[in-house]
């Protein structure tokens, strides 16, 4: 049992390329979700599904695409990388929002030069 | 605006001593409180979750409080150890119907030195 697991684990980007983050879990959980974690600021969350197939806007979605093709995996995808966009991105899952706990990946760390 | 404010920002202490850690929040409607441990490199870990009507919840050494009322909790770690050597972040549930967004602390930086 992993949990949730994250690659790649580090990426340096140049400006204007792209990628896409990966994010599975082995928990069967039904919500899954992106959070970036920047210095002296709290985890803010960028997308978020409720279910496969599902996708919702969060608090910074801006500049980020997601997709959750199955349950057990969401792509964080960069279209056109921006240096404001240096941060380290967290996967978490639950299996319920709210009251339910979010288990979180071990993060990567993305530079935009 | 809902928030949640940390303190202090960051604490050192010897091993083996106690200390407690401060959070306050303004968020509205509530629905829990919870306190992450998140070790450098690493994502945040769950360490408590507490409900409205629950005043105190320990894991181990780590008990957290709440006062729902003044809107209050602290974190307070016993006879602490090199571990525990980690950012403490305080979140707090939104509560409501739909999707309830957790709202997060900036965190405090506890540094136990031998």
């Known amino acids: 049992n992993a949990g949730v697991t994250q690659t790649p684990k580090f990426r340096v980007l140049k400006t204007g390329q792209s990628m896409t983050l990966l994010c599975a879990q082995d928990?069967?959980?039904?919500?899954m979700y992106w959070y970036r974690q920047d210095p002296g600021m709290g985890l803010r969350l960028i997308h978020y599904s409720v279910g496969e197939g599902t996708t919702a806007k969060g608090e910074v979605p801006d500049g980020y695409n997601v997709s959750r093709l199955k349950k057990q995996n969401f792509l964080l995808g960069l279209e056109s990388a921006a240096p404001s966009q240096t941060s380290v991105y967290f996967c978490?899952?639950?299996?319920?929002?709210?009251?339910?706990?979010?288990?979180f990946g071990p993060g990567t760390r993305l530079t935009v030069t | 605006k809902n928030q949640v404010e940390q303190s202090p920002q960051s604490l050192i202490i010897l091993e083996g001593k106690n200390c407690t850690l401060q959070?306050?929040?303004?968020?509205?409607?509530?629905?829990?409180l919870r306190w992450y441990k998140q070790d450098t490199g690493r994502g945040p870990v769950s360490l408590t979750i507490m409900t409205f009507s629950e005043n105190t919840k320990s894991n181990g050494r780590y008990t957290a409080t709440l006062d729902a009322d003044t809107k209050q909790s602290s974190l307070h770690i016993t006879a602490s150890q090199l571990s525990d050597s980690a950012s403490y972040i305080c979140?707090?549930?939104?509560?409501?119907?739909?999707?309830?967004?957790?709202?997060f602390g900036t965190g405090t930086r506890l540094l136990v030195s031998p």
């Open positions: 928990m069967n959980h039904e919500y």
């Open positions: 959070c306050n929040y303004t968020v509205s409607p509530f629905s829990n």
């Open positions: 978490a899952s639950s299996y319920s929002t709210g009251s339910g706990e979010q288990y």
């Open positions: 979140v707090v549930s939104e509560g409501g119907t739909g999707f309830q967004k957790l709202v």
